[in-house]
């Protein structure tokens, strides 16, 4: 892997000389040599000293706050979006661009792992759901016994744990093999399912610890002052101190949102990814935030379309009525319910994952191209002239 900052190839091996080196006397100079197909991204790049249409490099703010539009109005677009700052509509149709490019592969990733995800959750609703005398005693009895409660709570803990583990690990998988596919649909270039496991399995581990981490972050951040305060007794002070850290973790949220893929994409480890992230949310914070929950508000529209209507179709196929789905009791998940339901979840996360992992990965381009200039970085590996007009 290059040391060199900027765009690389991970995994390529370092050039043997570098191209500013003068040549040998009596020896003509190398010619010029197109950039390897990047794969990825380094750390960040120094500033350039200039850009076109700015002369010695000036731009409002200096370049390390860039967070405006490029002074010229076209870009290349070897990929799926222009190489230049992103407009939210952009960023989500380069996530479905990427899709639509590459759906082979990103079929091919999403369905697995959401079919894998909806086969060991079916089998666990069943074993401890479906089958759960306890929890059907607590449907049926006001009035439980110590032990019925017992058994409700360990088949509950069961089902968490498994479905909890599964939906993590395919979470951690889909955002790690579609990362890559995105930073490659950036320029232009195809794919395949193997490539995307080979440069993305060397990460898994770090990124799982990173997925572990953000989440105990946020959890920190509410229960700490909760607990804090509940010591003073003060019910109104418990209060405040809930609403703070309710609002400290989702401002640590977003700071942190950017980490998986500069781990993916800058071979990072989990803490400097995390630093990573926060500096690149740093100043458009509030941006960053409208992005993420714009995309979370769009896949749980896009899920409920398409996995509402199939419960209902399951409570028809499985006998129990369209009311089922309503009353939602745990007796109705017989395999025939869960079977046809599944179908919907499979459907909805073949959908919902490329356009999840797909966002957040070009937000991160798009933070780096108006803060670090990635655009020209970009636009040489793709071996395109990062000024002409989009195609």
Known sequence: MSDSPGWASPGSPPPENDRNDPAPAGQPAPAPQQPPAPQGWQAAPPPPPGRPGQP???APGGWGGWSGWHPHTFAAKPGVIPLRPLGIGEILDGAVST???HWRTVLSIALGIAIVTELISAVAMHTWIGDSSGIAALEDNPNPTDEQIRDALVDLTALMSVTGVVALLGSVLATAM???VVSRAVLGREVTIGEAWADSRSRLARLLGLVLL???????AVTLPVLAAALTGLVPLVVVAGAGGAALAIWLWVRFSLAAPALMLERQGVVAALRRSAKLVTGSWWR???VQVL???LITVVGGIIEIPTSILAGIAAGNGA???YEGSTTD???TYLAVAGVGSVISGTITLPIGAGVVALLYIDQRIRREALDLELARAAGVDGQARES
């Open 295 to 297: 995309v979370l508000l």
């Open 333 to 335: 998940l017989t395999w």
């Open 56 to 58: 010695g490099g000036a």
């Open 288 to 290: 960053v935030f409208g």
């Open 99 to 101: 899709a639509r490019a």
């Open 178 to 180: 579609l990362t890559v």
């Open 323 to 325: 009311d089922s789905f």
């Open 214 to 220: 953000v989440p105990l972050i946020a959890i920190l």
